[in-house]
């Protein structure tokens, strides 16, 4: 028996592939975070569902490894991508029998929504400091500012984190001149929102930021048209 | 009359969004690299097709453009997603109304292969000097090299560049101690091949990559089990 790691993308059905429906479909347990399973529900009547909340990660992947072992095909379900601080890692380490179904990544749907700001090379961070230490996200901010790169902000704030994201801001004001700052909150998904601002303007972004956004600190190289903004890839036209 | 610009995924129409999939089939025209319409042609038997050669990038979307203004709904598509090295910077540039539709970028499609290299923090970074001045790509490769990220390198190799995959890699050597290297090729098309070494074997592994191969030069806490290599998420388990 197997245990399948399917990633949702941004939660609605129109965003999931094709293979990811067939297998949360086709297996006999579906597996994930309440919130995410809400989302699915109705798509997958006949399914038995286990949900558990929030930091109840490794409890949730053991459930559903026991329901492997028990003799059941299951389906752990993350979103955006399940390799991107999600739960493939932890179901590797966990069940010997594991497939990773991809899925549309925040990152990749966040910038869809503001225009193109990862059209060349980008960087991907977490402002959580639960488990990585503090020190490594300030080195990590560092050495993406100074490369110069689109680099996008995962978990940017959190009921009990509110500072991380104003000193990696002020990481990259240090390293760059002016650049743009794309934010979305709840992409492809009801009360959806995105807007851009430049650097320059005063810090009360930073006040509407939540749990629900993904925050963009874009290339100095961006530029605003047609109400988007892109890192134009370089051709002559 | 809209343009929209759909990321195809890795190129198998099991692994499209169903809602890229709605737009190939409602627009008028599909526009595209000939290698990538030949992948999707067989699902939409009804629509006219527009595909040019290699390196006809801006002819592609200028004839998109064109007959969006003619009056018809048009879509340009990039394998997967559609802002990561793709045509959604060209497309904004060049068309007042344009929509574009994530998909499921190679960096994910590809780690999903290999197991999790991408559970934490990782960094993009393309091996094509053609647009980017070379000394830049080396600056991003060090910063990203000493930033201790999983870094995902696309279009490593071509026809006419040779050395730049090589270069970079004694970057990461001098920059880090031991790591995973994986290798993906053809992901989830025919052909398909993946495999990890270590950077302490011989370099021969550099004469297999291809044009259709994506490298991972994995974080030093990446760990290999279960047949595949992921990194921890830091968990207590």
Known sequence: MKLF???????KIEYMSNYAIDVLKKVDYIVGYTK??????KYF???NFIHT????EVERVKHAVGKVNEG???AIVSSGDSGVYGMASLAISLCENVEIVPGITAANSAAALLGAP????FAVISMSDILVEWEKIVMRATYFAKSGVTTVIYNPISKIRKHQLKKVFEIFKKERNEFYIGIVK??????QRSYYIKSTSNIDWINDIDMMSIV???DENTIEKNNKIYVPRGYKQ
Chains 1, 2 share one sequence.
């Open 45 to 47: 009547n006949e399914k």
């Open 5 to 11: 790691v399917v990633g949702i993308g941004p939660g």
């Open 216 to 218: 963009f600190f874009c």
């Open 36 to 41: 995410y399973i809400d989302r699915i529900k």
């Open 53 to 56: 909340g929030m930091r109840k």
């Open 186 to 191: 709840n992409a492809f998904l009801p009360n």
């Open 72 to 74: 059941y095909n299951v």
């Open 118 to 121: 990862l059209t060349l090379d």
